[in-house]
């Protein structure tokens, strides 16, 4: 978790976008934050096995999103 609180106040430091056109790890298309989560994939264990677990789709990651309706 530390890890990828560093990226996005690494990324908002520097005024880089964090989301990118895909949404998924490992795209040739890939931007600043998913390129940054895979390099350090490559040298934690920990993430490593959250990832393979994204990639084999063996959870699904949602969003909330709460819209105040104004009547």
Not at 18 to 42: A, C, D, H, T
Request: aromatic share 8%.
């Amino acid at each position: 978790m530390l890890r990828i609180i560093a990226v996005i106040k690494t990324l908002g430091k520097k005024n880089l976008a964090l989301p990118g056109k895909v949404k998924k790890i490992y795209q040739e298309s890939n931007e600043n934050f998913l390129r940054l989560i895979e390099m350090i994939v490559e040298f934690n264990p920990t993430m490593q096995e959250h990832i393979h677990l994204i990639k084999n789709e063996k959870f699904i990651i949602t969003t909330l999103d709460i819209i105040y309706k104004k009547s």
